[in-house]
């Protein structure tokens, strides 16, 4: 989903689908914020992680985690997700809980491994 230009600048600020959706073209209106905003719009330093349950959260930081991450050349395992939480703990809410902390350790791994195959394929800059 990229960005979706409507017919005036305030209708441009999301995806097709959200934009649909607000303008009444499909029923559901589940992917509109309480707003009226979209709810896929991205906004600078933050960053969606998907639990294996298929919810996602909001991360402020976590492109700047990743990349310190890489930069130390750390494995993708529970100890390097564990010093993630900690280092984004300070920015963002993460729960404490044990059963949390093993939602958040498989996405924050998830995205790790996603970050290091995307600097695999691009290529040293």
Same mark, same amino acid.
């Given at each position: 989903?990229? %960005? ?54 909001? +991360? ?8 310190? +991450?890489?930069?130390?050349?750390? %494995? ?18 993460? %729960? ?27 290529? %040293?800059?």
């Amino acid at each position: 989903m990229g %960005p979706y230009k409507g017919k005036t600048e305030d209708e441009g600020d999301g995806c097709r689908e959200c934009f649909e959706k607000r303008q009444g073209i499909q029923g559901d209106k589940s992917m509109v914020n309480e707003n009226g905003g979209c709810c896929c719009v991205q906004f600078k330093g933050v960053t969606k992680i998907t639990f294996a349950d298929g919810d996602q959260v909001a +991360i402020v930081g976590l492109d700047e985690v990743l990349a310190t +991450i890489s930069a130390e050349n750390m %494995p993708a395992n529970d100890d390097t997700a564990e010093i993630m939480i900690a280092r984004l703990v300070m920015k963002n809410y993460i %729960p404490s809980s044990e059963d949390a902390r093993r939602e958040y350790r498989y996405a924050l791994l998830k995205a790790y491994r996603e970050y290091i195959k995307r600097q695999v394929e691009d290529g %040293p800059k």
